[in-house]
């Protein structure tokens, strides 16, 4: 029996789509649009339309549900830092994305704040213009442990708004899950500056597990309500094979509305563009918005527009991709632009992933990319 907040999670409306609504079965089509003749589209003609680059898979929290230091102990091989790309060879590849439809880029990691003189890529990047002449929407997300004093120079460089991570208000709680000895206060300040800079609104993004951090759910959205910024509950998704995920530590999307719902009022909110990750919703006070992220419970492959590329050049099409696709060589061995794209269309041209749709249809166990190493 589909209970009546269920119902409400399906109401929230959305944009017409090129493809079936996600979890509708998509049907693969023959063939990507050819290289300069307008954007890349996949085999379920989805367009390329979002670029997350993860500069380092370096990070100082060893949060449980992504980088458990059972795993990533001091003993853990990092990637050499010769091998990383660039910061020009980065600004190569989105330059070329950018000329074939990208129109958003998010900077990841790790900790994206690690890598050093970051505001020199953010500038690079910044500088990157569409067909049609428009800046790109250029953003970052990040624990918030280094943001308080780079946010100024990140807004100056270019940067336009920041996503940051935030799991629990309580200090106990929150200093368990990122397994550090960093307090509430430094990210919450770090937030603060952050849009005093002008990196505003700042999104902040709560993994919610159950038995965990649920309870941590009401005290998130009575501190944030009012203040501009947009939270947003993630379910605990199966992200890499190192964290343990099991369903029954999903709090859903809808369980999550329910909760809120029995203290503030909420009404969806339409999406504002296609490939948008979070249902929306407001409180009908009009004290602000927060999101919904159910990679779980409701899938949004269909409207996926989303390529990632790792720290030293593997192209990734879904966050719970097993295989990637090298760029790296052709950026560093003479390669012109024209064979780089040539390479971006033929891996984005043959893509199908729909992981999220098929996560209960599919068979064994396979090996997924770490969320440490690509980013969310």
């Known amino acids: 029996m589909i209970s009546s907040m269920d119902?409400?999670?399906?109401?929230?409306?959305?944009?017409?789509?090129?493809?079936?609504?996600?979890?509708?079965?998509?049907?693969?089509?023959?063939?990507?649009?050819?290289?300069?003749?307008?954007?890349?589209?996949?085999?379920?003609?989805?367009?390329?339309?979002?670029?997350?680059?993860?500069?380092?898979?370096?990070?100082?929290?060893?949060?449980?549900?992504?980088?458990?230091?059972?795993?990533?102990?001091?003993?853990?091989?990092?990637?050499p830092r010769s091998s990383l790309l660039t910061f020009d060879e980065i600004t190569r590849f989105a330059r070329i994305a950018v000329d074939q439809g990208v129109q958003k880029i998010r900077l990841?990691?790790?900790?994206?704040?690690?890598?050093?003189?970051?505001?020199?890529?953010?500038?690079?990047?910044?500088?990157?213009?569409?067909?049609?002449?428009?800046?790109?929407?250029?953003?970052?997300?990040?624990?918030?442990?280094?943001?308080?004093?780079?946010?100024?120079?990140?807004?100056?460089?270019?940067?336009?708004?920041?996503?940051?991570?935030?799991?629990?208000?309580?200090?106990?709680?929150?200093?368990?899950?990122?397994?550090?000895k960093v307090q509430v206060k430094t990210i919450l300040d770090s937030i603060d500056q952050a849009a005093k800079a002008g990196l505003a609104p700042v999104k902040v993004n709560m993994v919610v597990r159950k038995g965990v951090n649920e309870d941590q759910i009401l005290p998130m959205a009575r501190y944030f309500r009012g203040t501009g910024h947009v939270l947003r509950f993630i379910e605990f998704m199966d992200v890499g094979d190192t964290n343990g995920w099991n369903f029954s530590e999903v709090v859903t999307g809808a369980e999550i509305i329910e909760r809120l719902s029995a203290e503030f009022p909420l009404e969806p909110v339409q999406a504002e563009y296609r490939g948008e990750v979070a249902k929306g919703w407001r409180y009908t006070d009009g004290q602000g918005e927060i999101g919904i992220i159910t990679s779980v419970t409701q899938p949004?492959?269909?409207?996926?527009?989303?390529?990632?590329?790792?720290?030293?050049?593997?192209?990734?099409?879904?966050?719970?991709?097993?295989?990637?696709?090298?760029?790296?060589?052709?950026?560093?061995?003479?390669?012109?632009?024209?064979?780089?794209?040539?390479?971006?269309?033929?891996?984005?041209?043959?893509?199908?992933?729909?992981?999220?749709?098929?996560?209960?249809?599919?068979?064994?166990?396979?090996?997924?990319?770490?969320?440490?190493?690509?980013?969310?």
């Open 7 to 79: 119902k409400l999670m399906h109401q929230v409306t959305r944009k017409p789509r090129v493809v079936p609504a996600a979890g509708a079965g998509l049907v693969p089509v023959p063939g990507a649009v050819a290289p300069g003749a307008g954007p890349l589209h996949d085999q379920y003609r989805r367009p390329l339309r979002d670029l997350r680059i993860s500069i380092t898979d370096r990070c100082n929290f060893r949060c449980t549900y992504c980088m458990p230091r059972e795993i990533f102990g001091p003993d853990h091989a990092f990637l």
């Open 108 to 180: 990841t990691g790790g900790e994206p704040l690690l890598r050093k003189d970051i505001e020199t890529l953010v500038a690079q990047l910044a500088a990157l213009r569409t067909p049609e002449g428009k800046p790109i929407d250029l953003t970052l997300t990040t624990n918030g442990t280094l943001l308080g004093i780079k946010a100024r120079a990140l807004h100056e460089a270019g940067l336009k708004r920041v996503t940051v991570s935030l799991d629990a208000l309580d200090n106990d709680i929150f200093t368990r899950m990122s397994d550090s």
């Open 300 to 376: 949004f492959c269909g409207d996926c527009t989303r390529l990632r590329l790792s720290p030293e050049g593997q192209l990734f099409l879904c966050l719970f991709a097993s295989q990637g696709y090298d760029v790296r060589e052709l950026l560093r061995n003479g390669s012109s632009d024209q064979q780089v794209l040539d390479h971006l269309a033929a891996v984005w041209g043959q893509r199908n992933d729909r992981y999220s749709e098929q996560r209960g249809q599919l068979s064994g166990s396979r090996k997924k990319i770490e969320m440490s190493y690509i980013g969310g």
